[in-house]
């Protein structure tokens, strides 16, 4: 089989020339820059039955239609790449990791609703099973030939073939990595992923995205097993074998609430029992990320919200204040603390109860505000979001009426927010809700300080 492995380098002009002058003539109907034309996800569905259920809701399969990508990019994108010709290439970019076999099909610029319902959007069956290698900062490497790259040895149909290539992280990381025009990085997932104990024990995405579940359950992947394919006129042996392993395309993330609830744990770490003369009580707690291969948030950590609330009550429903010790260095500003920068009233609105810990990657614009827009960002000035398999200690006090003693409940909520209000009311998309990972309580009984 001729390969053709095409390098599609956006910046570089001479990869661009290199696909557009590929052996192959263009794609006549949409003027492309290959001539392959990628089969639609809905013909794979013939015969891929199951997959394709859970591939057609995974954001995958919704990676354009989304509503707040497909409003970021045409209500804003499109309208700034038309006045400014160098923002071009990041709006070009977007459909080129969004949609695309879109992109390897279209050389002109998606600028409204109706070119791109002439192509299949979203990251298609057809384009992730024709991927055939990384190329760094959001690059990939294709292999247009038809034939379907897969990971089944066994399988002897003459449509596909097996790749080694899709079983590794790399995989991935070619498009969960992301370089913005202004050369920041403004997604790092792989290379959180490389750089933490699973990146280095080699417990690859799909180990944890693609078994049964999403992620590890008791620290171990569950897979499905069965058939393939469902239909094999003409594709195979006449007998299909039942594979022991077959990997889910439901690819749950940040919009699933069920890849999010117990994501992390919390524990309370009590050590003395009574308060202090000054009446405060101090107490830790530990936020458990050893469920995630990268940080937490990770993907568009531009976007995502975690955070922290604690708070400390009597049974009789008297609240404490609880004061989260801070980490402020003097001089910067502390994002780390809801409420603590100028910018947060805008950015954060009430979505994020005030004095909260929040875990967060802050991004500023030209202007050096804080921005939610992977597009407008310039900088990064802020990161202190939970590494893979991080347990991180936060330090609390509870204050007290001095001399108190008796029982009070300590409870501590770790929320998520893929988006607040800020960001999906300026695209006018409807808000995302809250999801709570996890909730801790702890009754305590304190006793008169001794020497009181
Ligand atoms: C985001 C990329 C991506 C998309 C989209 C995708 N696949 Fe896959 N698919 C993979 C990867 C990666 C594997 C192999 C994982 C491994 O072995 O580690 C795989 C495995 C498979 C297999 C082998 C059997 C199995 O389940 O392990 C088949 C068949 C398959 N995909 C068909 C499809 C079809 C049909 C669609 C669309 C309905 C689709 N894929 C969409 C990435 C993708
Ligand atoms: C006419 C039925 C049919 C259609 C349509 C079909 N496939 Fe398949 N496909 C099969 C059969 C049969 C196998 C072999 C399954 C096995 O070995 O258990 C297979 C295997 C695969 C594999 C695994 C290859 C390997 O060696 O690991 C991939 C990937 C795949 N198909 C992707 C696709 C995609 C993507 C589409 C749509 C563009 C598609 N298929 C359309 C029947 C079909
Ligand atoms: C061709 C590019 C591409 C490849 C390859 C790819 N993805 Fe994605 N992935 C995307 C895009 C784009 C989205 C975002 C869709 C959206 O939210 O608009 C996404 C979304 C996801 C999500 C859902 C996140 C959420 O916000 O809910 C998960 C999980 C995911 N990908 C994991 C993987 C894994 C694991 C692999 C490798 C097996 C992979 N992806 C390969 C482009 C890709
Ligand atoms: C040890 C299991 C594990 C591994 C390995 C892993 N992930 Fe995840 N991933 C998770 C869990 C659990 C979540 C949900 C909690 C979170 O967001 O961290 C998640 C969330 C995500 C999200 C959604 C994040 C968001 O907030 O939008 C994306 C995208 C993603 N992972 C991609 C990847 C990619 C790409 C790789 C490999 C480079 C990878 N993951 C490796 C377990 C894993
Ligand atoms: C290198 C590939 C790549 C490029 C280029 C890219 N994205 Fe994405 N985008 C992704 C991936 C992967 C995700 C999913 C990450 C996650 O789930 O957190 C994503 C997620 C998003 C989301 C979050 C959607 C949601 O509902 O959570 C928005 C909005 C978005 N991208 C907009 C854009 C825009 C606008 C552009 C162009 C300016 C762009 N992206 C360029 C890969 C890319």
């Known amino acids: 089989m001729k390969k053709l492995l095409t390098a599609v ?6 990869c661009a020339t290199e696909v557009r002058q590929s052996a192959v003539p263009a794609d006549s109907s949409l003027g492309g820059r290959l001539a392959y034309r990628y089969e639609s996800s809905d013909m794979c569905r013939g015969c891929h039955a199951e997959i394709y259920e859970q591939y057609k809701d ?10 707040l990508f497909n409003a970021q990019y045409f209500k804003e994108v499109v309208p700034r790449a038309k006045r400014d010709p160098k923002f071009a290439a990041e709006a ?74 899709l079983q590794v992280a790399e995989y991935c990381g070619s498009c969960h990595n992301a370089t913005n025009h202004a050369g920041l990085e403004v997604k790092s997932t792989y290379k959180e992923w490389r750089e933490s104990s699973y990146g280095k024990s080699g417990n690859v995405c ?58 992390l744990q919390l524990e309370f770490k009590i050590g003395r029992r009574n308060a202090d003369a000054q009446s405060k009580f101090p107490f830790v707690l530990h936020v458990n990320n050893s ?43 502390d994002y780390s603390v809801a409420g603590a920068s100028s910018d947060d009233a805008t950015v954060l609105g009430a979505d994020v109860p005030a004095g909260s810990r929040l875990y967060r ?61 800020s960001v999906t009311r300026r695209q006018k998309v409807a808000d995302f809700k809250p999801v709570v990972i996890s909730t801790q309580q702890k009754r305590i009984t304190l006793v008169p300080h001794l020497t009181e």
């Open 9 to 14: 380098c956006l910046f570089l002009a001479a």
């Open 58 to 67: 995974s954001m995958h399969a919704r990676a354009f239609s989304n509503p």
């Open 92 to 165: 070009r970019k977007c459909v080129y990791c969004h949609a695309p076999a879109l992109f390897m099909s279209y050389s002109g610029m998606i600028e409204t609703p109706e070119q791109a319902a002439r192509y299949e959007t979203g990251v298609t069956c057809d384009f992730c099973h024709t991927l055939s290698g990384y190329a760094e900062n959001g690059d990939y490497l294709q292999n247009p030939s038809g034939k379907k790259q897969g990971p089944l040895k066994s399988t002897s149909s003459h449509h596909a073939e097996y790749s080694g290539f």
């Open 206 to 263: 799909q180990e944890c995205h693609m078994n049964k579940y999403g992620y590890l359950r008791d620290g171990a992947a569950e897979f499905n097993k069965g058939k393939a394919a469902h239909i094999n006129i003409g594709y195979g042996d006449t007998e299909q074998k039942t594979h022991e392993k077959l990997y889910s395309h439901a690819f749950p993330g940040a919009h699933s609430a069920a890849q999010l609830e117990d994501a």
């Open 291 to 333: 469920r995630s291969g990268h940080k937490m948030p990770t993907g568009s950590s531009d976007l995502r919200l975690l955070w922290l609330a604690v708070t400390a009550a009597t049974d009789d429903g008297t609240r404490f204040p609880v004061i989260l010790h801070s980490r402020r260095i003097a001089g910067a500003a």
């Open 361 to 421: 990657s802050v991004f500023v614009d030209g202007k050096g505000r804080q921005t939610l827009f992977q597009y407008d960002s310039v900088k990064n000035v802020f990161d202190n979001r939970l590494n893979a398999a991080e347990v991180r200690s936060e330090m609390y006090d509870v204050l007290l009426p001095k001399g108190f003693s008796g029982q009070i409940t300590l409870t501590a909520t770790l929320n998520y927010l893929a988006a607040p209000s």
